[in-house]
């Protein structure tokens, strides 16, 4: 299974030679709930800022019982070795191909670069 991952485009296109330089890509990945990267993702959109919201599905076997989590995009990820910068965990920011963990870190990246 693929995660689901959506484009949230905020601002409009730059006019053609209005910019000489690319901006970068930004790539925000964790559960399909809000939990530690909500803050990300809102910091994004206050800030009017394009990014990737990849979410991975999440869901309990017997409602309640935590040791009966199913999330098969992460049990993936973490197998194939995809998440070996961010400690095997999630949330993870990617920035042009640089992971980053940690979700208090995310923040404050996201907070150094857009204000």
Known sequence: LKPRCSRR???PPLALGASSFAMPTYKLCYFDIRGLAEMSRWMFKVAK?????CRLSFAF?????FSTIIRPE????????ELA???GKVPYLEVDGTKIGQSKAIERFIAREFG
Do not use: N, R
């Open 85 to 87: 910068t961010s400690l």
């Open 49 to 53: 800022v394009d990014f990737e919201d």
């Open 9 to 11: 485009t905020l601002t």
């Open 61 to 65: 076997g017997t409602p309640g019982d």
């Open 74 to 81: 992460f049990d993936a990820a973490k197998a194939s070795g």
